[in-house]
Structure formats: C-alpha cells, structure tokens
T-cell receptor, first 109, second 115 residues
Framework: DAKTTQPPSMDCAEGRAANLPCNHS???????VYWYRQIHSQGPQYIIH???NNETNEMASLIITEDRKSSTLILPHATLRDTAVYYC??????????FGKGTTLSVSS | EAGVAQSPRYKIIEKRQSVAFWCNPI?????LYWYQQILGQGPKLLIQ????????DSQLPKDRFSAERLKGVDSTLKIQPAKLEDSAVYLC?????????????FGPGTRLTVT
C-alpha cells in the first residue's frame, strides 16, 4: 500500500501557482519524497525529489516540512499542459515506486 | 539523450494466446523495471532487474508471466497464456543510482487488449 495521502482532486487557474499537498507521516529516515505526474495516455514523468531540504528545478519546487511528515509540490505558473494525475511517493533509493491514487490536477483557462 | 523505448505500442490478442513486449532502457541505466497499469489505477511493479539479475519479482504472476534482461541491457516481458484481466498498459522504466538517489524514467508503454 502507498505510504502517502493526497487529495483526490484539485483545480487551478491557468497562470496561477498550483500547490499540491502530500502527507507522509510514517516516512523513514532513508526514504526520499518523489513526485511524478502522468498525463493521459502517457507514461509517468519524473518531476522532482528530495530528502529533507527544499528543492527546485525547471519544472517545480518541493517544500518538505522540517519533521518530514508532509510536503508540497509547487508548480509556479500552471498551464493547461500541467493537467495530469500527480503522484507523491516515499521510497528508498533503488526500490520500486509504489503508486497510490494521486491527485488529479485540472488547470483551466 | 534518448529515452526509454518500448515496442509495440499497441497489441490486441485473444485470450490464451501469447504476447511479448520489448524494452530498451536509457544507456547506462543499470536498473530496469516493468510495471502493469490497469485502467483507472496507478502502475504496479511486476519485476525489477539490476543489470541482468532479478531484484524483485514478488508480484509477477509466474505461472503466466516471464521476463528476462539480456546482457543487462534490453528486456522482454512475455505473457503465456493471456487472460482477459491482463488487459492493461505495460510500462518499462529505467534508472541510475547516484549519490542523490535515483529517478526512474518511463517509456510510453504498450497497451495490451485481450479479447
């Protein structure tokens, strides 16, 4: 079973920031927080990951709370192409991804 | 950098027939995964390879599914005989374990329909 909890769906207006929360209260010290997304009919796409520090790349920012029990994925300027299912996954490096139900993000104009 | 390649992209077979899927991972990626994604669900691991050795095949239905990774590069997944419930998208992913962990990169998948 997935070790994370995410809201089933969220809406966001195009151009605004999308903030996707994730709860991982039982995360272990050697588990990273990974975010993937899956656009309809495509394979999952890696977005970002972190251990305990906040991370930023060209796609998104990842904010992890100090106690590491939750995190937030931030898409700074959402576009229609960001409409997808977003998965938050806690895992040790080198192990398989265990996908939950994710959050369906709908970006509208 | 080329991504993960999979073929075929679509396959339709009748139940009890056999089928094979092929995956070519990203060059240099030692770890290869096969996932099954049933419509409306998240992907589920079938098997994980490290080079040409099996790391985890605990969720592979071994009575009908088999997989191999030739020379630690390409991999094939076979189903024989297929059942209706095998209708799904079969995803291949690869990764390289570095000092900051590893990201898995997925191929486009093979959509299998069993009639």
């Amino acid at each position: 079973d997935a070790k994370t909890t995410q809201p089933p769906s969220m809406d966001c207006a195009e151009g605004r920031a999308a903030n996707l929360p994730c709860n991982h209260s039982t995360i272990s010290g050697n588990e990273y927080v990974y975010w993937y997304r899956q656009i309809h009919s495509q394979g999952p796409q890696y977005i970002i990951h972190g251990l305990k520090n906040n991370e930023t790349n060209e796609m998104a920012s990842l904010i992890i709370t100090e106690d590491r029990k939750s995190s937030t994925l931030i898409l700074p300027h959402a576009t229609l192409r960001d409409t997808a299912v977003y998965y938050c996954i806690a895992r040790q490096a080198g192990t398989a991804l265990i996908f939950g139900k994710g959050t369906t993000l709908s970006v509208s104009s | 950098e080329a991504g993960v390649a999979q073929s075929p992209r679509y396959k339709i077979i009748e139940k009890r027939q056999s089928v094979a899927f092929w995956c070519n991972p990203i060059s240099g990626h030692a770890t290869l995964y096969w996932y099954q994604q049933i419509l409306g669900q998240g992907p589920k691991l079938l098997i994980q390879f490290q080079n040409n050795g099996v790391v985890d095949d605990s969720q592979l239905p071994k009575d009908r599914f088999s997989a191999e990774r030739l020379k630690g590069v390409d991999s094939t997944l076979k189903i024989q005989p297929a059942k209706l419930e095998d209708s799904a998208v079969y995803l291949c992913a690869s990764s390289f374990l570095g000092w900051r962990g590893d990201e898995q990169y997925f191929g486009p998948g093979t959509r299998l329909t069993v009639t």
